[in-house]
């Protein structure tokens, strides 16, 4: 890696972080997964054809299903005082009926191949062919994952909460 | 004609064909409800996007952050970032510097058992003259240039500690005999090859090669028997001063 690149590296770690949160959900995990995360892209080249961005997204994306889901980070952040004090507030309010705790516990119910679509386009702003060249799949299928996970945390978050939807009705599924 | 939340998802980020965007508007235009549904897929975006950044509002720790400093202090070149440098033909370690630095790698114990075997066992150089000439830049050269051994080229590319105590160096060779990526250690006072992996041109243009393939054969290889971080330039130099040994 140059040094332009670890410079870049260096000024993505934001993101990178929130998408490393936004696949884990919690941020001992989070900060786990974005440490591992950027020693693996230290230690790997970069392939010419592949921005440095979206390879920083696969990374991650493979680190967290190669070792994150099984939730053996959670596990060793028990043990690991560093990493518990990066918790947050989970009872900070996202908006005014729905708290940080509440949108993790529903992103947890979402399969992982929804979870990480959901997190590219909605938190890191993603285009559909873009998420499709991080997850290797055709965009068709960033499509209806995308869909899928939108339905099922409207339904959660909204529906089964019995909260207002965004224009003050009942939303229904 | 029902309209589908695949369909509003897909509305909402602007990702549909011109038709469908169209067909779409007009049914949302026909139908309140279209609307509300879609401000309610919208809000999940809102929801998940402002709960990601709220979690995460605090400085990135400064560990993390001292790994990218830390990556610019080594001077390790990529073995990768070789292609760019070969198609341009001309020596440019700098733009080609590959700073490695972090763990080293969960090894395959399979991989070393097969590799590492295979490769002590055979892959011996056949040029014995052509070998002292490479020996003598591995012995004199830091990392990130070329020098001339002969009829070849040489760039040594990186410099570690293998596991087995021994100090080992990853280059280049290149030539019109031969454009090989090798791992050489020394041992007994001389460096003995431990891995070639040939780089095969790429329609037959002089200059280019096809690394890909390469690349990742002796990635895997240098993960499973490299012990700790790469040397950086000033380790290497002790090393050149003690003539690579431990």
Known sequence: MTKTQSEQLKAMLPVLRRFAYSLTGSMADADDLLQNTVEKLLTKPVPDDVELLAWSYRICRNLWIDEYRANKVRQAAVHNPELQQAEVDATAQITSDITLKQVESAMATLPDDQREVLSLVAVQGLSYQDTANVLSVPSGTVMSRLARARSKLAQILFLEKGTKGPNGNEVTA | ?246
């Open chain 2, 1 to 246: 004609m029902k309209i589908t939340d695949e369909q509003l998802s897909a509305f909402l980020d602007n990702e549909l064909d011109d038709e469908q965007m169209a067909l779409v508007r007009d049914a949302i235009a026909a139908d309140e409800t279209l609307c509300d549904r879609m401000a309610t897929l919208s809000m999940v975006d809102h929801v998940v996007k402002r709960a990601a950044e709220q979690a995460t509002t605090g400085p990135v720790p400064e560990h993390i952050v001292a790994l990218c400093d830390s990556a610019s202090e080594s001077n390790v070149v990529s073995f990768t970032d070789r292609k760019a440098e070969q198609t341009a033909q001309q020596p440019t370690p700098n733009s080609n510097t590959r700073w490695l630095r972090g763990m080293a790698m969960a090894a395959s114990v399979a991989l070393v058992g097969l590799l590492g075997w295979q490769q002590l066992m055979g892959d011996q150089p056949g040029d014995a003259g052509q070998w002292q000439q490479i020996a003598a830049v591995l012995d004199s050269q830091t990392s990130g240039s070329r020098y001339s051994a002969g009829d070849v080229t040489v760039m040594p590319q990186l410099s570690f500690v293998h596991q087995d105590g021994a100090l080992c160096r990853q280059f280049t060779v290149s030539g019109q005999s031969r454009n090989d990526a090798v791992i050489a250690c020394k041992k007994d006072g001389s460096w003995q090859q431990r891995t070639l992996v040939p780089m095969t041109p790429t329609n037959g243009q002089t200059g280019e090669y096809q690394t890909a393939t390469s690349a990742h054969e002796l990635d895997k290889v240098l993960d499973t028997i490299i012990k700790g971080a790469p040397l950086n330039r000033e380790q290497e130099q002790q090393a050149i001063q003690s003539n690579w040994q431990q």
